[in-house]
């Protein structure tokens, strides 16, 4: 698959990323907690726990605008039938280009665009020893820059949490832990508990396969600060990094940086060969700083329509 080049990244390099991206976490997704459904040309991800469900992958190569929108009315009547809100996530490298603005046109609302950023795995955390390595002789904590060797790019030494590294990420491991310690950051990171239905979905996930889930938190004196997860889609080459809140007062400090190591440290362990996130604005610079890449762009799709973000 060729893939969509965005400004800053070479096709050369991002191609086998892209490639086993699409296929293990669009098209042939192994998720333990969403049941694929191919219904030509589409691919839907179904929720059987919760009513919000997804459509990850399309084939509508050829398709005209006419056709594109038949399939559209087709899904929003199959999704209502059954109860569900659902998102159709669309990417900059499919077809149609205008695929967007066929859906906004048939009443789905759209999200601001993310940028799917990608590492290896192994390569990132041999940056970032060399880069421990360099700021003990070279004093790489100042912001100077070491070579990785992956797509070309440079990894750069992020300050420590605290002297010492006083906060570690700590890896949840019960469930009943996962709504309180996302509540707690998440209403402080961003005013409420934006998504009230991911943390019992993450509870529940890591109740039934406990493998297909690692939660991260860092903690000060008890209180969650920081935390992120991952997901596994079964044994594939690729994991996804979600998450990555962390309340304001402790921003600044290199929480986001540690706990994407030690996310990137366990899925290595696992066989993971590549780390992708979906970035905002936000987190963008800091994945950018340790070596992420960007490999392609993507838009939230949903239906029913989203109300206007105030």
């Given at each position: 698959?060729?893939?969509?080049?965005?400004?800053?990244?070479?096709?050369?390099?991002?191609?086998?990323?892209?490639?086993?991206?699409?296929?293990?976490?669009?098209?042939?997704?192994?998720?333990?907690?969403?049941?694929?459904?191919?219904?030509?040309?589409?691919?839907?991800?179904?929720?059987?726990?919760?009513?919000?469900?997804?459509?990850?992958?399309?084939?509508?190569?050829?398709?005209?605008?006419?056709?594109?929108?038949?399939?559209?009315?087709?899904?929003?009547?199959?999704?209502?039938?059954?109860?569900?809100?659902?998102?159709?996530?669309?990417?900059?490298?499919?077809?149609?280009?205008?695929?967007?603005?066929?859906?906004?046109?048939?009443?789905?609302?759209?999200?601001?665009?993310?940028?799917?950023?990608?590492?290896?795995?192994?390569?990132?955390?041999?940056?970032?020893?060399?880069?421990?390595?360099?700021?003990?002789?070279?004093?790489?904590?100042?912001?100077?820059?070491?070579?990785?060797?992956?797509?070309?790019?440079?990894?750069?030494?992020?300050?420590?949490?605290?002297?010492?590294?006083?906060?570690?990420?700590?890896?949840?491991?019960?469930?009943?832990?996962?709504?309180?310690?996302?509540?707690?950051?998440?209403?402080?990171?961003?005013?409420?508990?934006?998504?009230?239905?991911?943390?019992?979905?993450?509870?529940?996930?890591?109740?039934?396969?406990?493998?297909?889930?690692?939660?991260?938190?860092?903690?000060?004196?008890?209180?969650?600060?920081?935390a992120a997860w991952t997901l596994y889609y079964g044994d594939a080459p690729v994991a996804g990094l979600y998450g990555g809140a962390t309340v304001p007062e402790y921003r600044r400090r290199g929480l986001y940086s540690d706990l994407v190591r030690a996310r990137a440290a366990e899925a290595h362990t696992r066989?993971?060969?590549?780390?992708?996130?979906?970035?905002?604005?936000?987190?963008?610079?800091?994945?950018?700083?340790?070596?992420?890449?960007?490999?392609?762009?993507?838009?939230?799709?949903?239906?029913?329509?989203?109300?206007?973000?105030?």
């Amino acid at each position: 698959m060729a893939p969509h080049s965005p400004h800053g990244t070479d096709p050369t390099d991002t191609t086998d990323v892209l490639t086993l991206y699409t296929h293990h976490a669009r098209r042939e997704m192994d998720d333990s907690s969403l049941r694929r459904e191919a219904a030509p040309p589409v691919v839907r991800y179904i929720n059987d726990d919760a009513p919000h469900s997804m459509i990850l992958a399309a084939d509508l190569s050829g398709m005209s605008d006419t056709e594109v929108g038949e399939i559209a009315e087709r899904e929003k009547a199959y999704f209502t039938g059954i109860g569900h809100e659902f998102e159709w996530k669309v990417y900059g490298y499919d077809k149609p280009e205008n695929l967007v603005e066929v859906l906004r046109s048939h009443g789905f609302s759209i999200g601001p665009a993310e940028q799917v950023m990608a590492i290896d795995a192994a390569r990132f955390l041999d940056g970032a020893r060399s880069a421990e390595g360099a700021g003990a002789v070279a004093g790489a904590t100042t912001g100077r820059s070491v070579r990785t060797s992956f797509f070309d790019r440079r990894l750069t030494r992020h300050h420590p949490c605290t002297v010492g590294g006083h906060f570690k990420p700590r890896r949840v491991e019960d469930p009943a832990e996962v709504e309180p310690i996302l509540t707690a950051v998440q209403e402080r990171a961003f005013g409420t508990f934006h998504t009230d239905w991911i943390g019992p979905e993450l509870a529940r996930r890591m109740k039934r396969d406990p493998n297909s889930l690692s939660l991260f938190v860092i903690e000060e004196q008890g209180a969650p600060v920081s935390a992120a997860w991952t997901l596994y889609y079964g044994d594939a080459p690729v994991a996804g990094l979600y998450g990555g809140a962390t309340v304001p007062e402790y921003r600044r400090r290199g929480l986001y940086s540690d706990l994407v190591r030690a996310r990137a440290a366990e899925a290595h362990t696992r066989g993971v060969q590549y780390l992708t996130v979906d970035a905002g604005p936000q987190s963008r610079p800091i994945l950018e700083g340790v070596g992420f890449i960007r490999i392609a762009t993507t838009w939230p799709a949903t239906f029913p329509p989203q109300p206007a973000q105030q």
